[in-house]
């Protein structure tokens, strides 16, 4: 009760947040809203399941696309609703053909995937439309962005919880362990990869779709960035991939870490990127919020 | 009735015939040994059982009903739980939550409370009582093994497959483990039992087949089965002599 009340109130403030900052800081609220949705998103599949899927920016960039080709024709939230019917279908197809493939090859397709999605964008609009950026003009402003990425970062660690108490999180987590051992105490192992993927790939297409605006231009090249897939990962994996908090507890510092070594060490930044990312797995396998929570334990048992 | 019956079960894994025509059926409530030599196709006559490999001819049919190839999660819906030679547990999971898994996912779904009941009850009757809340992978190995059967046990299964699961226990162990076995048939469990304890087949088991080379070469009461030429001849060898 009063977890639920503290959150309330942490949302409250979160929301007022934009009123109160200049635009520079409003910018860094909507990376780290936007980082914390892909993050947790990212984990509603993959940090329970472990099935290691660098396909974000696949689903992020259609959804940025979406809005891109849509906007000028049909209303804002028709283009949301487009935009998450395109992502969940493509989930549904992808997983699909793919849920049965495990550990690396899974992860080499789902890199795969952004690339092909990527290529055949840029074939298709040099090809068939014959431009190859396009313009993003909707009336919302910075602030409406932030607020919906709020909402919908809100909604993603809520459905997460649910899921973790429900049958559904169960499933998925005794799938992350022993996928033999699912299947045999009556797991319906490709049904239930198959709607956390769905949802978490929804989700992330909503994300890149009320992201867009912030571009203004759009081409393949921009949407479509592999980096976007990387942060997600290590950006979970820091926090704790299985964990409710996790992944935001690995968005909110991260973010703010590159944001700094981006604007400081513009040409070096990615090799920091990488080495993060090779820390991260070797030093803190579960994760911060896991490492924290082995310590506690210790400490219990010394105690 | 039977409640299991298996028509020329095959599985060919490329040039290697695993399971080569084997035929047999069970009554509900037996107990049945089966036995051979390492290599002689017991797992993989397991595993065609429980739906983990799909046969590649033959027909298995479960409580009357075609089971040939089904996925594991359907045939364990239709009462058939397993335990696996190599130990399969959940190490992120609690012992309860590695136990309340087939509850939940079992033939008979139950909800959380439920669940939660049966997973008590079956930890408690594989001996790991009071330690349900620990973590699966800090458990002993002997430990380990009466967590698989705990969560076949939560499963509510008509059908128990065991592959080995009296491997490595002590002669105390091992007595007890028996009179574990023999109580889960008193319930009216049908269990098959891999197994090369013969001791403990020979108190357990009524009857047995043996495989060898992936055909049933024996059929019968275990008394006899041990007995038979082809059986001797399977685990020792031919005799020159003879």
């Known amino acids: 009760m009063i977890a639920l009340a503290a959150s309330i109130a942490a949302l409250v403030a979160l929301a007022a947040v934009p009123l109160f900052l200049t635009d520079y800081g409003l910018g860094l609220m909507i990376g780290m809203a936007g980082y914390v949705t892909l993050a947790s998103a990212w984990a509603l599949f993959s940090g329970q399941t472990r099935y290691i899927s660098l396909a974000t920016v696949a689903f992020y960039g259609i959804g940025a696309y979406t809005v891109a080709v849509l906007n000028e024709t049909i209303a804002y939230p028709l283009v949301l609703a487009c935009a998450g019917l395109v992502g969940a279908g493509l989930a549904l197809v992808v997983g699909l053909s793919t849920l049965r493939l495990s550990g690396i090859y899974f992860v080499i397709f789902t890199f795969g995937l952004a690339e092909l999605v990527r290529q055949l964008i840029t074939w298709y609009e040099v090809n068939v439309t014959g431009t190859l950026g396009r313009y993003i003009f909707l009336d919302i402003t910075a602030r409406e962005i932030y607020w919906q990425l709020l909402a919908l970062g809100t909604f993603t660690i809520g459905l997460t919880a649910w899921i973790l108490r429900h049958r559904l999180g169960l499933a998925l987590k005794v799938i992350g362990d022993d996928e033999t051992v699912a299947a045999h105490a009556g797991i319906d192992l490709a049904r239930t990869k198959l709607i956390a993927f769905t949802l978490s790939a929804t989700i992330i297409t909503l994300c890149g779709a009320i992201s867009s605006p912030r571009w203004t231009y759009v081409e393949p090249i921009i949407v479509f960035n592999p980096n976007v897939s990387f942060l997600a990962v290590i950006m979970a994996l820091l926090g704790g991939a299985n964990r409710l908090w996790g992944p935001a507890a690995g968005a909110v510092p991260l973010f703010l870490l590159f944001e700094w070594l981006s604007v400081n060490f513009p040409d070096t930044y990615p090799i920091i990127l990488g080495l993060m990312f090779i820390a991260v797995v070797f030093l803190l396998p579960d994760g911060v919020l896991g490492g924290l929570a082995r310590l506690r334990q210790r400490g219990k048992a010394a105690a | ?242």
């Not at chain 2, 036995?35 to 017991?42: D, F, H, I, R, V």
């Not at chain 2, 595993?47 to 409580?63: D, F, M, T, Y």
Request: with cysteine; glycine share 10%; net charge neutral.
């Open chain 2, 1 to 242: 009735m039977s409640i299991l019956e298996i028509h020329e079960a095959t599985r060919i894994f490329g040039g290697l015939t695993a399971v080569n025509k084997v035929s047999f059926a069970m009554e509900a409530g037996e107990i049945l040994g089966l036995l051979g030599p390492n290599g002689s196709g017991k797992t993989t006559l397991l595993n065609l059982l429980s739906g983990a490999l799909a046969p590649s001819a033959g027909r298995i049919v479960i409580g009357r009903r075609d089971m040939t190839g089904r996925k594991p999660n359907i045939i364990a819906r239709q009462g058939v739980a397993r335990t696996f030679q190599l130990v399969r547990i959940l190490p992120s999971l609690t012992l309860e939550e590695n136990v309340i898994v087939s509850a939940v996912f079992g033939r008979n779904r139950h909800d959380k409370e439920a669940a939660r009941r049966i997973a008590r009850a079956a930890l408690r009757d594989a001996g790991l009582e009071g330690m349900e809340t620990c973590s699966a992978g800090d458990l002993t190995y002997l430990d380990q093994k009466r967590l698989e059967l705990a969560r076949a046990l939560a499963a509510e299964p008509d059908i128990l497959l065991m592959d080995e699961w009296l491997a490595g226990l002590n002669p105390t162990e091992l007595h007890e483990a028996v009179a574990l076995v023999r109580a889960l048939s008193g319930r009216g469990m049908t269990i098959i039992m891999v197994e090369h304890i013969m001791e403990a087949v020979r108190a357990l088991c009524p009857r047995s087949i043996v495989m060898n080379a992936g055909t049933l070469i024996a059929d019968g009461p275990t008394a006899n089965v041990l007995n038979d030429r082809h059986v001797v001849a399977a685990y020792l060898g031919e005799a020159d002599d003879a």
